[in-house]
């Protein structure tokens, strides 16, 4: 197992600009000079949150996963990130995950904000996805999925976990920072795994403040990453395969995970 190198982007969105995001994130991902394995973008990174899906969603043949295919075959690397998504006549908050030969995965955000307006036009998912990435397994959630632990838990069977990294994309408010790091802190520790939170800043088209607290928290709790809040930055970390193998085994908790399903 080797080391997988990860560059994080906490970035500002433009408000309902789908062109004007991916143009300032072309050149965010064309200033990575370091080899990576993963680039991770915010939540809705090409629109903001929350927007009208009618009018922004897009399908498989839009504009933005032709960008995503384009960038991840550029970079070598996979890119990650998420967008409103219109399937069957009904509209998601999708996480694409983009490989760079062109194929891809999609996650559908499973819980959807019933205390805003996000539930009034965006169909939950149903499908957990676990994203193999080199000998990496990777399962990727979207923002308010970070309150639902059950739906976040790793597994352990047959001397195997389920995953090695979760990954958060998100909009989470300045408001309710607090909450955001410290359940960050909480996954990574309860699952034995890296945890990677990637939030945007600035303001959105309703006045809502972001301040990212975008960061990268090992297996043990602790911070690894040293971004700052409201600033723009990309930068790349290296997750350590040995860090995470050699706790894993001098203090699995796995052999004593409650086992259940999710119906």
């Known amino acids: 197992m080797q080391d997988l190198r990860v560059n994080i982007i906490q970035s500002d969105l433009l408000w309902e600009d789908i062109q004007g995001n991916l143009d300032m994130f072309d050149q965010k991902i064309s200033d990575i000079k370091d080899e990576v394995d993963l680039i991770i973008l ?144 909480a996954r990574a520790l309860e699952n034995q795994a890296y945890v990677i939170g990637v939030n945007r800043v600035g303001k959105d088209g309703f006045g809502n403040a972001y301040q990212g607290d975008t960061m990268i928290i090992d297996p043990k709790g602790q911070i690894i990453s040293d971004i700052e809040p409201n600033i723009e930055r990309a930068k790349t970390y290296t997750l350590s395969a040995k860090m995470l193998t050699d706790f894993r085994k001098k203090f699995n908790v796995g052999y004593d995970w409650d086992q259940f399903e999710i119906l």
């Open 42 to 185: 915010p939540e809705v990174f090409n629109t903001g949150f929350p927007v009208d899906p009618e009018k922004y969603a897009e399908d498989e043949n839009g504009l933005t996963l032709n960008w995503m295919r384009e960038k991840a075959k550029q970079k070598k690397a996979v890119i990650t990130g998420s967008i409103l998504f219109d399937k069957d006549w009904k509209f998601y908050n999708s996480l694409i995950w983009m490989n760079p030969d062109g194929k891809y995965q999609i996650y559908s955000k499973r819980h959807i904000f019933h205390l805003g307006d996000e539930a009034d036009t965006i169909s939950p998912g149903q499908e957990q996805l676990i994203c193999q990435l080199g000998d990496w397994n990777i399962k990727p959630l979207i923002c308010y999925d970070l309150r639902f632990p059950v739906w976040s838990k790793n597994s352990f069977k047959d001397e195997k976990f389920g995953y090695d990294v979760l990954i958060y994309v998100a909009n989470w408010p300045t408001a309710r920072s607090f909450v955001w790091r410290q359940l960050l802190i």
